[in-house]
């Protein structure tokens, strides 16, 4: 991982930004309440061991790659500090099935499939439930549509959730990157709280997004640039 600290510029490669951002992703689940977007019932999130079931299929256009199509399914744990991977492949029909652990009762988890890795999906997944997830993709490995039973989130906090990730990571102003080695504690911390702020605004300014998510991911993005770039000063000074 390559970071380019003195100006504050984030270079993190996008395997580590889903492994990073999915984990804090759980960490602040386990903190917050969730109020679901189909309902006024909140999931206050607990301590539980388990196990959870994960079916459902994979539709690729045309028929595309059916004998080597694999999902990934990352599940983070928030009391282990683990990020626990599973990869699973699909039968000729596109069905898969697969057990995964869980630390409490309600998680968000992502998954993807091989047809298109980059386009990550956020699930709700309960301790001791069953979820099914069907995924169909286009002709251009777009996903065309999602269908995901119990419905714990919206269409658009499912899909789109890591999409908004990416692009605030990905964010460049249009301005010369300011060297910070020679600047004060105070200017570091403020220069960092600003460009948090103008990257926050991706978030705040899409409106297909619940409330309720962009909370979630508001702090998991705060936690994730303060974890790359402010925690480790002496680091971050480096030339």
């Known amino acids: 991982?390559?970071?380019?600290?003195?100006?504050?510029?984030?270079?993190?490669p996008r395997t580590k930004i889903i492994?990073?951002?999915?984990?804090?992703?759980?960490?602040?689940?386990?903190?917050?309440?969730?109020k679901r977007s189909v309902g006024m019932e909140v999931d206050v999130p607990t301590i539980k061991a388990g196990r959870s079931k994960i079916t459902g299929r994979i539709i690729s256009p045309n028929e595309t790659n059916k004998d080597s199509i694999f999902v990934t399914i990352g599940v983070p744990m928030p009391i282990s500090g683990e990020y626990a991977k599973y990869y699973v492949l699909v039968d000729r029909s596109g069905k898969f099935s697969i057990d995964v652990n869980a630390e409490t009762d309600v998680s968000l988890i992502g998954l993807s499939s091989s047809l298109n890795p980059y386009k990550s999906l956020v699930i709700k997944l309960t301790n001791g439930g069953v979820t099914n997830i069907d995924v169909a993709y286009n002709s251009d490995f777009d996903i065309e549509n999602l269908d995901v039973t119990p419905m714990g989130m919206t269409q658009n906090d499912m899909t789109r959730g890591m999409e908004v990730v990416y692009k605030m990571i990905a964010y460049r102003p249009d301005r010369v990157p300011e060297p910070l080695y020679a600047k004060s504690t105070d200017y570091f911390l403020n220069h960092a709280k600003n460009t948090i702020l103008e990257r926050l605004q991706i978030?705040?300014?899409?409106t297909l997004i619940s409330k309720e998510l962009k909370g979630v991911l508001s702090k998991d993005f705060r936690l994730l640039l303060y974890n790359a770039h402010v925690f480790d000063y002496e680091g971050e000074m480096l030339l």
């Open 1 to 12: 991982m390559k970071i380019s600290s003195n100006q504050f510029k984030l270079t993190i």
């Open 203 to 206: 978030l705040n300014s899409d």
């Open 19 to 34: 492994k990073l951002t999915l984990l804090c992703l759980l960490s602040f689940l386990f903190l917050l309440s969730w």
